[in-house]
């Protein structure tokens, strides 16, 4: 009797708890194939573009020093209207060819590590003199090492192509749990906590009042919704709100804080002085990019040299591309979820990581200094606002590319205070820690296996790598290449956390359970093949290629769907003789 109470209650909240998602899944505005209006799509594209401006423009400043085009506004704001187009190109293909997921690419902080690593073997930054014009200074100072991580990001990205198309991604997470993620994520936030500091620290007041702004907005405010002219399909016109603090808090701590930075610098409260250490907090600083600044520029491949490839570079890089595939496995499902669509099978995973890898190619080869990957805060968006049409995030990569050529526009953004980035970075940091410790929540931390299995390997990640900054030349296999490439995986946190982590997770004794691994696939796993109005066939490939997944050959094909000429037999009503469910295996 305890035994079948038991699994009554469990029946029942199984069937709450589906009630429940079929009912937020209900509220949906618009699911993936459906189409707002022209002028919606503009303007939910237009939101998307500014959810993902902070963490995209993040990238560059952070990348500025140890590149050495900190002192180069016009080199800056370049490279982030670069990163821009890149990220919109890649949005394109990937909601096209990809997994067809509404999911925005974008700028990833997981190759900061590795890219850190490499450019610490160029050593100090060539001091500049009188007798070099500004184009020869470039030439010596950041365009080298530009290029040496765009032939990294190159190479490495054809890793990704590889375990992509390929099918080799299944096999992989076989190895991967959450005490292999757990640390490398963190360590990605953690790492980057000095160049929180250094912004930050140019003027803490300015620094903290963004902060505040920032907890204000997206903690405290962001359930206070204002009235909006709204329109919807069989409704009409009507007054609808709209939650402005939760979806905006990042732009409008900048907004504001800027204009502080503004009154303060035009009453003479910052320093005159490009020698004071809060001059940087004066909007002026840089005005002279502005100036500067084509007003249409079309960024293209190699628009700063030749890409140069080392195989320490590249083996540095392999780290980057695996985090940043394993985190954007999990947001394939997150945005799945969230858009009322069923998991998606194996071949849409395959496609998108593949596709993916082409997008990091395409990065490296424009020279964005960065990859791309999945953009976590705009699955969220699609949560808040409950549009998960793929025309919208389509509109959203048009606008990325548009702007991206206005170079005036690209300026403008390379003008905001030091002290205000500093504090924009001290939130995103450790959203990005608590992302990474978050994956603990599937693993028993109750025991002394798994406390072991993480707190050793978060030791080793920082310890080691501040080590070998310390100690240069200290690895001497008599092999310069081989020197080179041990030199900087040993100096990138996030790899020797996970490298660690994903050993002794997987040779120390642990039942799946303690390990994690029975929820963390769960979770992988969970949902139905239909949600709503959208089912398995929103992850088919586009108008014009459906007809590829009637051929045999594409049983056999990793990337490709596969539905064979008895799909809709017209006398049982099932779909092969299978139903939808059995159909995302393929």
């Known amino acids: 009797m305890a035994e079948l109470r038991k699994r009554d209650t ?43 401006f902070g963490s995209t423009v993040a990238v560059p400043l952070i990348l500025a020093a140890p590149m050495c085009y900190d002192n180069s506004p016009l080199a800056k704001s370049e490279i982030i209207s670069t990163i821009f187009f890149v990220s919109g190109l890649c949005t394109l293909i990937q909601t096209i060819l990809g997994n067809r997921l509404p999911i925005v690419q974008g700028a990833t902080f997981a190759f900061l590590a590795p890219t850190g690593a490499i450019l610490n073997l160029y050593g100090e930054c060539p001091a500049q003199t009188g007798n070099l014009t500004a184009a020869e200074y470039d030439e010596i100072s950041w365009k080298p090492r530009m290029r040496e991580i765009q032939g990294a990001i190159m190479v490495a990205s054809l890793f990704q192509i590889l375990i992509g198309f390929t099918g ?8 991967i749990g959450p005490l292999t993620i757990a640390p490398t994520v963190t360590l990605v936030g953690l790492a980057l906590f000095g160049a929180a500091a250094n912004f930050s620290g140019v003027h803490w007041g300015i620094s903290a009042m963004t902060i505040v702004l920032i907890i204000m907005f997206s903690q405290y405010l962001r359930n206070i919704e204002f009235p909006v002219p709204s329109y919807e399909r069989g409704r009409g016109c009507f007054a609808g709100k709209l939650a402005i603090f939760r979806l905006f808090p990042i732009i409008m701590a900048i907004v504001i804080s800027w204009v502080v930075c503004v009154i303060i610098t035009a009453s003479g409260g910052f320093p005159s002085s490009p020698t004071n250490s809060q001059y940087m907090a004066r909007t002026d600083a840089r005005i002279d990019v502005l100036n500067k600044a084509k007003w249409f520029r079309f960024p293209y491949p190699g628009q700063w040299g030749t890409p140069t490839v080392s195989m320490a570079g590249v083996f540095g890089m392999l780290a980057g591309v695996l985090a940043s595939m394993i985190e954007s496995i999990g947001d394939y499902f997150a945005c799945a979820r969230l858009s009322g669509a069923p998991p998606p099978p194996t071949h849409a995973v395959n496609r998108g990581i593949g596709v993916e890898g082409i997008g990091c190619l395409l990065a490296g080869a424009w020279g964005s200094g960065n990859g791309t990957t999945s953009y976590s805060e705009n699955i969220g968006a699609i949560g808040i606002t409950k549009v998960a049409s793929r025309r919208v995030v389509q509109a959203a990569a048009i606008v990325m590319l548009v702007l991206a050529c206005l170079g005036k526009f690209g300026a403008l953004f390379v003008t905001i205070p030091d002290p205000i980035v500093g504090g924009v970075f001290m939130v995103m940091f450790g959203m990005i820690t608590a992302v990474g410790i978050s994956n603990l929540q599937f693993v028993d931390m109750n025991s002394s296996r798994n406390l072991f299995v993480f707190g050793f390997s978060m030791m080793l990640g920082m310890a080691l790598p501040s080590w070998m900054q310390s100690n240069s030349g200290v690895i001497q296999t008599g092999y310069r290449e081989l020197d080179q490439i041990i030199t900087v995986l040993l ?11 994903c050993i002794l997770d997987n040779t120390v004794p642990g039942t799946p359970e303690e390990r994690g ?10 949902g139905e093949s239909t949600r709503g109005k959208t089912t398995v066939h929103t992850y088919d490939l586009p108008c014009g290629l459906k007809r590829l997944s009637r051929f045999t ?13 008895e799909y809709n037999h017209p006398e049982t009503g099932r779909q092969n003789g299978i139903d939808e469910k059995e159909m995302t295996s393929f």
């Not at 009912?23 to 459906?34: P, T």
């Not at 691994?517 to 969970?526: A, G, I």
Request: glycine share 4%; charged share 25%; proline share 6%.
């Open 168 to 175: 080799m991604v299944g096999f992989l997470l076989r190895f």
């Open 553 to 565: 050959a594409c049983k056999y094909i990793p990337f490709l769907p596969y539905y064979p000429k």
């Open 517 to 526: 691994m029975v929820l963390w696939k769960k979770q992988l796993d969970d």
């Open 10 to 52: 469990k029946e029942a909240e199984e069937i709450k708890e589906e009630v429940s998602a079929k009912k937020e899944l209900s509220e949906l505005n618009y699911y993936i194939d459906e189409t707002p209006p022209w002028y919606l799509c503009i303007l939910l594209g237009l939101q998307h573009y500014l959810t993902m």
């Open 491 to 501: 100096s990138t946190n996030m790899f020797v956390a996970g490298f660690v982590g």
